[in-house]
């Protein structure tokens, strides 16, 4: 499975961003999927996952919960990460990947390269 994250980019405090995931190669119906952070000189950090279609399942960060949300549609095998009500600290590098579902990096065997999230105050 190859997957392209996509969507980043900057935006101000109070804003909202969308980011998606795309696979090709295999259908992303049969994996869960995850999106995961990094800023500089951090570590990366678990932002949210969804199971795979027939699960419904879905798994947020307390950082972020109430501000983003997860989605997928498989027609399009696709996820996406709704950002709304950014905060600088949401600035970094967003990566996603899929796998099994966890808020573990170690679950997830296939990753995307990132896409960057600059908030600004």
């Known amino acids: 499975v190859q997957l392209q994250a996509s969507g980043g980019g900057l935006a101000q405090a109070g804003g909202s961003l969308e980011l998606s995931c795309t696979a090709s190669?295999?259908?992303?119906?049969?994996?869960?999927v995850g999106w995961f952070r990094q800023a500089p000189g951090k570590d990366r950090e678990f932002v949210a996952a969804?199971?795979?279609?027939?699960?419904?399942?879905?798994q947020l960060a307390d950082s972020v919960k109430g501000r983003f949300t997860i989605s997928r549609d498989n027609a399009k095998n696709t996820v996406y990460l709704q950002m709304n009500s950014l905060k600088p600290e949401d600035t970094a590098v967003y990566h996603c990947?899929?796998?099994?579902?966890?808020?573990?990096?170690?679950?997830?065997?296939?990753w995307g390269q990132g896409t960057q999230v600059t908030v600004s105050s």
């Open positions: 990947a899929a796998g099994t579902y966890s808020g573990s990096v170690s679950t997830y065997e296939y």
């Open positions: 190669g295999r259908s992303l119906s049969f994996y869960a």
């Open positions: 969804i199971g795979w279609s027939g699960g419904g399942l879905t």
